[in-house]
């Protein structure tokens, strides 16, 4: 028993070192330079800072549009893994790869593409005018960042809805219609209610990445609409604020563990009594 | 025998080009327990499956109190079912399990409250209501499933090797409590299993199953004393199946040795399959019995001995409560009455109807 433990820590000790270099320092130095003036002087300054108009803006902004590209996500995604999950195994791995195929691919280029596609004389605008349609003047605008959330984070949504969909026992779904359920109450009483885990680990797979983007506001929104994801990059990179940046990023982990602790509950009710 | 309540006309079910049910034709009774009896891919659960409306067979008809309920989907039927490994809904507590159904149909919230309870008590599990379903054992969580299809009110009761996953003790005395409840309730029962003992223990009817047709129907006893075919035999109980020749009515060469037996109208030397139970078969001395072998295995099973004889070039299987250890030259001997004679196969594709296993 000794021994195995002994090796255990043995085996774990490369990635303990990985998470203490990679996660554990950096978190630690954006709390000191967060809670910290240029002069080292403790401080709340940074993170009040959330509170001037410029700032609390771009946090609503964010806050708004994750949410809308979460709710769209979560209804695309649905009927999706719905019809994966009801599908056999052979059609469903083709429509799974197809699925994550540009996944694979590197998420600065998809979103690039999306640049390139909605430009003004983009390539959509340049097939639409050629066939006399009115164009599309949808880049740099709120509704580009939403399509490019959607677009980039719906895999995150489909995956957990369908491995839950798929663990619901077929019998399951049998019993409530032999009990007298039609189809429509089977779902919301059964399908729906067990699938909640999943439900839940989609909005914060979705939610969260949207929240703390940057490149899909500053390649589709161009530069007029700030995101706090680009506030916080332009504290880093441009006026070179550490401690500011730092302060804005604690707020915005504080609603990240928000959300992650109302999932933790809605997922343990998922699994006891919630209906 | 009751009224018929349910008929299965002619059904033909196929998956992927492979033959499921072939024709089948079964009459139900009202307030019957009756059991489909087979192998695995005997069509038994797909028969149970188009009872319930989950299958929609290929060809023929479903009768149910007279009316055609071939095309009728599973929530309009006025049976229920109880799932293989239960299928309880685990987001909801015990009282809502059982509650479902009652609260589709809108029965008023006191009557559901009755019902609950008075389901909870004819399966012994009063004061469950709050429970969750991942709380209770294998056999609670049984008792639920029945519980939450009978406070519906079904006529018929369709129970998908409901006992398949609980132990061997937890087995037989849910064998007991389903017939009890079959009493107590007055419904039909259509109950889906491979477990022979299951179905000699609980059944009015056995209906045993192989490769889409129905090889038998009739009483425990029938089925076990009197099987029809030599598939019967060999897969309800353990048996002897030997090939023989009947030399005039009541008269059986039997390995080269005569035989008196109760049959008659067979002709004369007509070759058949005769089946003797193990525990039919009598060990005498070597010179009282009709044939003479020898011991050559023993097995204690606890309320008997368990051996084989090799005799006449054939090992017999024998079970008794007298012992012989292994080398023992002994004589058989078997009663007249316990030498059912069988019809040989009339053709190659009953032959492949015949064993399996």
């Known amino acids: 028993m000794k021994n195995n433990r002994l090796m255990g820590k043995l085996f774990s000790s490369p990635y303990i070192v990985w998470a203490v270099i990679f996660i554990l320092v950096p978190l630690g130095m954006v709390f000191y330079y967060g809670l910290t003036d240029k002069t080292g002087a403790f401080t709340l300054e940074n993170v009040t800072a959330i509170m001037t108009a410029e700032h609390a803006k771009a946090l609503w902004i964010s806050l708004g549009l994750s949410l809308i590209s979460t709710v769209i996500c979560f209804f695309l995604a649905y009927p999706l893994a719905m019809i994966l999950a009801n599908m056999n195994v052979n059609q469903h791995s083709f429509i799974v790869l197809i699925f994550i195929l540009p996944m694979w691919m590197n998420f600065l280029l998809r979103t690039l593409a999306w640049q390139t596609l909605l430009e003004k004389t983009g390539v959509i605008n340049s097939i639409l005018s050629f066939l006399h349609l009115p164009v599309l003047n949808i880049i740099n605008t709120p509704y580009a960042i939403i399509l490019g959330m959607v677009y980039n984070f719906l895999p995150f949504m489909v995956l957990p809805i369908y491995n839950s969909l798929v663990k619901i026992d077929a019998n399951v779904v049998n019993a409530a219609k032999d009990l007298g359920a039609n189809s429509i109450q089977t779902f919301f009483k059964i399908t729906l209610p067990l699938s909640i885990p999943g439900i839940i680990s989609g909005i914060t797979m979705v939610f969260i990445p949207a929240l703390t983007t940057f490149v899909i506001s500053k390649l589709l929104g161009g530069s007029k609409i700030l995101l706090i994801g680009n506030v916080i990059e332009e504290e880093f990179t441009q006026a070179g604020n550490w401690h500011l940046g730092s302060g804005l990023s604690i707020v915005l982990m504080i609603f990240i563990i928000i959300n992650m602790a109302v999932s933790a509950i809605f997922d343990k009710d998922g699994e006891g009594s919630f209906l | ?357």
């Open chain 2, 1 to 357: 025998m009751n009224k018929e309540l349910i008929n299965l006309v002619d059904i033909s079910k196929s998956y992927d080009g492979e033959m499921v049910l072939d024709e089948l034709n079964l009459n139900i009774h009202e307030n019957e327990f009756l059991t489909l009896l087979g192998p695995s891919g005997c069509g038994k659960t797909t028969t149970l499956r188009i009872l319930g409306g989950f299958v929609t067979p290929d060809m023929g008809r479903v009768i149910f109190d007279g009316q055609d309920i071939t095309s009728l989907p599973p929530n309009k039927r006025q049976l229920n079912t109880v799932f293989q490994k239960y299928a309880l809904f685990s987001h909801m507590n015990i009282a809502e399990n059982i509650a479902f159904g009652l609260k589709i149909k809108n029965k008023p919230k006191t009557y559901i409250d009755d019902k609950i309870k008075y389901a909870l008590k004819l399966v012994n599990l009063e004061g469950f209501e709050k429970r969750m379903p991942d709380s209770l054992s294998g056999g609670q969580q049984q008792r639920i499933a029945i519980a939450r299809a009978i406070v519906n009110e079904p006529k018929v009761l369709l129970l998908d090797e409901p006992l398949g996953a609980l132990d061997l003790k937890l087995r037989q005395d849910m064998q007991y409590e389903l017939i009890r409840l079959k009493n107590e309730l007055g419904i039909t029962f259509i109950y889906v299993t491979h477990d022979q003992e299951e179905a000699l223990t609980m059944s009015d009817t056995i209906v045993v199953m192989n490769q889409g047709y129905i090889q038998q129907v009739g009483t425990p006893e029938t089925i076990y004393n009197e099987p029809e075919n030599a598939f019967v035999a060999d897969f309800i109980g353990d048996s002897n199946i030997i090939d023989a020749v009947m030399l005039e009515d009541k008269l059986v060469s039997i390995l080269g040795t005569k035989f008196g037996c109760v049959d008659t109208g067979f002709g004369r030397n007509k070759p058949v399959d005769v089946v003797i139970r193990p525990e039919d078969v009598e060990l005498v001395k070597p010179e009282e019995g009709t044939l003479h072998g020898t011991v050559t295995h023993l097995i204690f099973k606890g309320v008997h001995y368990e051996m084989e004889v090799m005799a006449g070039g054939f090992e017999w299987l024998v079970h008794s409560t007298g012992m012989f250890p292994g080398g023992t030259k002994v004589g058989i001997k078997v009663d007249p009455f316990n030498i059912p004679i069988l019809n040989k196969p009339a053709s190659e594709d009953e032959e492949a109807t015949a064993i399996e296993e």
